[in-house]
């Protein structure tokens, strides 16, 4: 067996941070959020007028109150909301959290008819509004302080990398653009022969000498099922937690189930959801977004189209041949933000670069003007295909549209693009915009097309807002 070892030299020298530490913290911060909830429900109760409390009812909140936040942080953990897997990453969190605020509104009111206690009606209402509205923004700024602390090295978990030399080196280097999620890659082992998997005795041994929490099998690391039982009871005595990477890269977790078959674990994964981004819902959204939008921001439309035709006295708009859905053209308007005839010069600027036409992006271009460098910096340029959204060429979210030398490159999986409306902003444009490879920009645009759904163009949406405003990969 070859041990690839991959840790920077401070990494093998720090102890791993007790792990309970995270969970403990949000259940501190969930507690005192619940006992802020439980005050102004008390307070709103006593001072709002619509809650007005009988005269001569004693209440008894000094006893229900304490029993309805202990009951609510019970519910909470029992559905696995302070899970270490759970916690700083997808939505699985903020959903085990609502949950828990649904049922413990259920119990509580239940609990109340059976004892024929009188709790009062507007301490219900108030405390059960507030409440899950305090407990996700709470989760959320939590989940935004963990992350910043996980990019500088702290609150770590410490993985040991298993599987061939290709499969090791693809999940260190995923682990380790994603800091936020946590995993430190302390090293890499890799089988002696290919196809005969990792000898368990040194396997073990190394995770004892680089102190891993947990091991990370990739493709490569175990010739067979048996082995990767043994694998699992051996590293059981070393207290280390066991992952595996199946063959599913770029599906979400709502498209995956396991259900077990005679003790077999059976991985269902869910048809593509790209039909439902054609659905009427997303239309409706798409419509509805873009009309608030064209009014809320016509202001800076005007102000924007003032200063490209001021410039040079030449046209504001430039309409360019797109292609959209199921590769049919359209023409996507945008706010001029280079010379005039610019489309002239590309054949050049791509030989000078020694670029392709995929993705053909030039960091300081020489063809864009002197307001159009503002523009493009805060997409402002972009706020014309508003009207594109309305005419149904494009929605508010999807992959960005291309010209035709750029879809004549496409391969099998790159046409699956066009199986949805192209979009005003997508995945790729808030994760990093120009800054990314072209080939990191289609998967995820393909991750978009195979794992559409509303609650991720939301998010994509409040993304845009916080990557135009900070402007970064942005030329």
């Given amino acids: 067996m070859t041990v690839v070892d991959r840790a920077p030299r401070h990494l093998r020298v720090v102890r791993p941070r007790p792990l309970p530490l995270v969970p403990v913290a949000v259940l501190v911060v969930d507690a005192l959020l619940l006992g802020l909830t439980l005050a102004l429900a008390v307070l ?35 559905l696995g909301g302070y899970r270490r897997e759970v916690l700083g990453a997808g939505t699985e969190e903020f959903k085990r959290v609502f949950q828990a605020s649904v049922l413990t509104a259920g119990l509580v009111g239940i609990g109340c008819y059976l004892a024929k206690f009188a709790l009062p009606r507007g301490f219900f209402v108030l405390a059960f509004v507030i409440g899950p509205a305090l407990l996700l923004v709470g989760r959320w700024v939590v989940r935004q302080v963990l992350h910043v602390l996980r990019r500088r090295g702290r609150l770590t978990t410490r993985v040991l990398v298993a599987g061939s030399l290709a499969g090791s080196e693809a999940m260190t280097r995923i682990l380790r653009r994603e800091s936020w999620l946590g995993y430190a890659v302390v090293g890499a082992v890799v089988p002696a ?5 990792i000898d368990l005795t040194e396997l073990t041994a190394v995770v004892d000498e680089h102190a891993a929490d947990v ?18 009871w051996a590293l059981e005595r070393h207290r280390v937690h066991v992952v595996l990477t199946p063959q599913l890269d770029n599906i979400s977790h709502e498209r995956i189930a396991v259900r077990p078959v005679g003790g077999v674990p059976l991985i269902h994964v869910e048809s593509p959801t790209w ?28 102000i924007a189209a003032a200063s490209v035709w001021v410039h040079d006295r030449g046209p504001v708009l430039f309409a360019q041949p797109r292609v959209g859905r199921s590769g049919r053209p359209f023409r996507c308007l945008k ?14 600027l791509m030989a000078a670069t020694d670029q392709d036409a995929l993705l053909f992006k030039v960091k300081d271009d020489p063809r864009i003007t002197r307001p159009g460098r503002w523009l493009r910096r805060y997409s402002v340029d972009e706020l014309p295909q508003l009207l594109n959204v309305l005419r149904g060429d494009m929605s508010l979210i999807g992959p960005r549209p291309q010209v035709a030398r750029e879809v004549a490159l496409y391969d099998g999986a790159m046409t699956r ?7 005003m902003t997508g995945l790729w444009q808030v994760s990093g915009r120009n800054d990314l490879r072209p080939d990191e920009a289609m998967r995820l645009d393909l991750y978009y097309v195979d794992n559409w759904s509303m609650l991720q163009d939301l998010a994509i949406l409040a993304r845009t807002a916080r990557a135009v405003v900070g402007a970064r990969g942005a030329y």
């Fill in 275 to 302: 039909t439902d981004a054609g659905a009427v819902g997303k239309r409706l959204f798409d419509v509805l977004g873009a009309s608030v939008l064209l009014l809320a921001l016509s202001p800076l439309l005007v």
């Fill in 215 to 232: 091991v990370l099998f990739a493709p490569g690391a175990i010739a067979d099922a048996a082995q990767m039982k043994q694998a699992i």
């Fill in 335 to 348: 706010l001029r933000t280079m010379r005039v005839g610019a489309e002239a010069q590309v054949a050049d």
């Fill in 417 to 423: 693009r066009l199986l949805v409306r192209p979009g």
């Fill in 193 to 197: 022969e290919a196809g005969a998997g």
């Fill in 44 to 78: 709103g109760r006593e001072t709002l007028t619509v809650f007005a409390p009988p005269s001569g009812v004693r209440t008894h909140l000094d006893v229900a109150a304490p029993l309805i936040l202990l009951g609510w942080l019970l519910c909470t953990g029992f």
